[in-house]
């Protein structure tokens, strides 16, 4: 399912269930001694289908342990994105960084938001597209979808910035009938506050982002890909 929303020169591996075979490396087994079984086991799963990923790109297998901030360390020449949601779907996509400069990839399980939390993700324009979007039936629930699309913006920008991005710090506009959805970053900050300075991007990219999403299995998913020969043209735009 994956595989639809990635461009051709991305690794992706992904299940839809903890597998039972699936083995830790001893510096991640460290990482999570003292957690939940739950949160053992989707550590463990998302970090094979990531060496699986790796390994189609000819990588060997590397321990992939958190940094300061929770993101998987990669090796030195590849760019990643990891995602795990309730119901047991996790999955991995990687690229060379010579074909990519960042990934984000992102996945919830595929039903509406909870009472009183759309207005925390969305803003009022955000809301009145989706409310535009849902009328139009599909069976797509477009408030879990946008959620989705910010998580896997920020995963993207994150490593290229260093900076963290509140929900409202980024705007997304589905285009109707395709799978693809156009993001662009307003600001930055934890939860959008008034009166702050537009963060100081890398000088090829204009905080415009293009990425693409998928739904099945009660899975909703997204991805975007900031791919090198875009930044190399000076177009500064995910190509997904």
């Given at each position: 399912m994956i595989e639809r929303i990635l461009p051709p020169y991305v690794a992706a591996v992904e299940v839809f269930a903890d597998l039972p075979d699936a083995r830790l490396l001893p510096e991640e087994r460290a990482v999570v001694a003292g957690a939940a079984e739950g949160r053992r086991r989707e550590f463990t799963t998302v970090r094979h289908c990531a060496r699986l990923a790796l390994a189609r790109l000819g990588r060997p297998p590397v321990p992939l342990v958190p940094d300061a901030h929770g993101a998987p360390r990669w090796p030195q020449d590849v760019v990643?994105?990891?995602?795990?949601?309730?119901?047991?779907?996790?999955?991995?996509?990687?690229?060379?960084?010579?074909?990519?400069?960042?990934?984000?990839?992102?996945?919830?399980?595929?039903?509406?938001?909870?009472?009183?939390?759309?207005?925390?993700?969305?803003?009022?324009?955000?809301?009145?597209?989706?409310?535009?979007?849902?009328?139009?039936?599909?069976?797509?629930?477009?408030?879990?979808?946008?959620f989705c699309a910010k998580e896997a913006v920020y995963k993207a920008w994150f490593p290229l910035t260093g900076v963290w991005l509140g929900f409202h710090d980024v705007d997304v506009d589905f285009e109707p009938r395709t799978d693809v959805f156009r993001a662009r970053v307003v600001a930055a900050g934890a939860d959008g506050a008034a009166g702050r300075e537009r963060v100081n991007e890398p000088s090829f990219f204009d905080g415009r982002l293009r990425g693409r999403w998928v739904v099945g299995r009660g899975v909703a998913a997204a991805a975007v890909t900031l791919g090198s020969f875009d930044i190399r043209a000076g177009r500064g735009k995910a190509s997904s």
């Open positions: 990643g994105s990891m995602t795990h949601c309730r119901g047991g779907y996790r999955a991995a996509a990687v690229a060379p960084r010579t074909a990519a400069r960042a990934i984000g990839l992102d996945a919830e399980p595929h039903r509406p938001l909870r009472d009183g939390v759309l207005a925390s993700v969305a803003g009022p324009g955000e809301r009145a597209r989706l409310a535009e979007l849902a009328g139009g039936g599909a069976g797509v629930c477009w408030d879990r979808l946008l």
